[in-house]
């Protein structure tokens, strides 16, 4: 990756387009010149999954791309005003926390009992400072909840009624738990349902369209933050808990090395602590950032069996995406040029 530009951005594409799990097909790599020094950077994605163009409608693509920016210009308009990572992260993620075609907030997964149930964390890389949401119900944005532990308490991580509890007690808005179920998740709960026991008549679930919502970011103070919020795996076990909200997993941040925000099968995430092992490979191996993101998922976790997706960011504001999926949502943005977002894999971000 050319890190002598500032905004760098590789897209590196595993995507497992076959039916065989030892094929995919890479994508192109685009390394575009937009720019020099920029004086902020942010970086969305909107979840990694398996939907394919045919599978979806040109009206679903087009309210993903215009999600995507609006989130991309929220965060931006904070970061042109001088605010913080954890600031403009917040600002970007409500947007898609509030919308019901992400895996987070409002139109969250449901789990076994037909609840929504919500992690989240946020992480900032010139202290190490981070906090963290699981299990909540009530919380409208859980990302705010999960900077305001950061900011507001000596804890990392606070669980389900805590969660809620805090999250009430310090002002932020919250919700009635209906309000986070869609008819899209009902659904999308009813045929995973039926998968998991054999009956394929409704066609396997397709979840992948509605993915967890992430953001890095480089501040005017130079300090590089991620965060990530999401609402799980569909149909997912009373009381589980994911990556996301656990920090080295789906959340690292660090001024040393970089910010990372993940997408895709928690639990290898979580088992291969994916976020903080590809900083610590730049940091520690001087591995570039786009090589220890590809070792990391397509290496590592894919023989395995996990899948997803990584956005990560170098402290000079240099961006990679990396997936091992058909579509990986995302978008970048910065103080030199404007926003622009992608749906799936093999598409160059335009």
């Known amino acids: 990756m050319n890190i002598n530009n500032r905004l760098s951005l590789a897209v590196l594409g595993i995507a497992s387009l076959l039916a065989s799990p030892n094929s995919f097909a890479q994508a192109a790599t685009e390394v575009p010149e937009v720019g020099t020094s920029p004086d902020w950077v942010i970086a969305i994605h909107g979840g990694a999954g398996d939907a394919k163009r045919a599978s979806l409608t040109p009206e679903q693509e087009a309210k993903s791309r215009a999600d995507l920016t609006a989130a991309l210009e929220a965060g931006a308009k904070l970061l042109d ?16 926390e509030d919308s019901p075609d992400f895996n987070a907030g409002r139109g969250a997964a449901l789990d076994e009992h037909g609840d929504a149930k919500h992690d989240a964390s946020i992480m900032r890389g010139e202290d190490h400072a981070a906090g963290g949401v699981a299990g909540s119900s009530r919380i409208k944005n ?10 507001q308490t000596q804890n990392v ?3 389900g009624e805590g969660a ?11 919700a009635n738990p209906h309000y986070f179920i869609t008819e899209g998740r009902e659904a999308a709960l009813r045929r995973m349902r039926a998968f998991e026991h054999g009956d394929t008549n409704l066609g396997a679930p397709d979840s992948a369209y509605y993915g967890t919502v992430g953001a890095v970011v480089l501040d005017r103070h130079g300090n590089i933050s ?8 569909t149909n997912k076990r009373y009381g589980r808990i994911g990556d996301t909200p656990i920090i080295g997993s789906g959340t690292y941040a660090s001024n040393q090395s970089c910010a990372v925000s993940a997408t895709g099968h928690g639990e290898f995430f979580m088992r291969w602590t994916v976020a903080r092992d590809i900083c610590a490979r730049v940091e520690f191996a001087d591995e570039t950032l786009a090589r220890s993101a590809e070792i990391m998922l397509a290496d ?3 023989p395995k069996g996990g899948t997803g997706g990584i956005i990560a960011m170098e402290p000079d504001g240099s961006v990679v995406f990396v997936a091992t999926t058909a579509n990986m949502r995302r978008g970048v943005m910065s103080s030199e040029s404007p926003a622009r977002v992608a749906v799936y894999t093999d598409e160059e971000v335009e």
């Open 164 to 174: 809620d509890w805090f999250a009430a007690d310090i002002g932020l808005e919250m």
């Open 157 to 159: 991580l606070l669980h």
């Open 226 to 233: 991620a965060g990530t919020t999401t609402g799980g795996r």
């Open 300 to 302: 590592t976790l894919l």
């Open 81 to 96: 005003a001088g605010a913080t990572g954890p600031e403009a992260i917040e600002a970007a993620l409500k947007i898609l």
């Open 142 to 151: 859980p990302i705010a909840a999960a900077r305001a532990v950061m900011e």
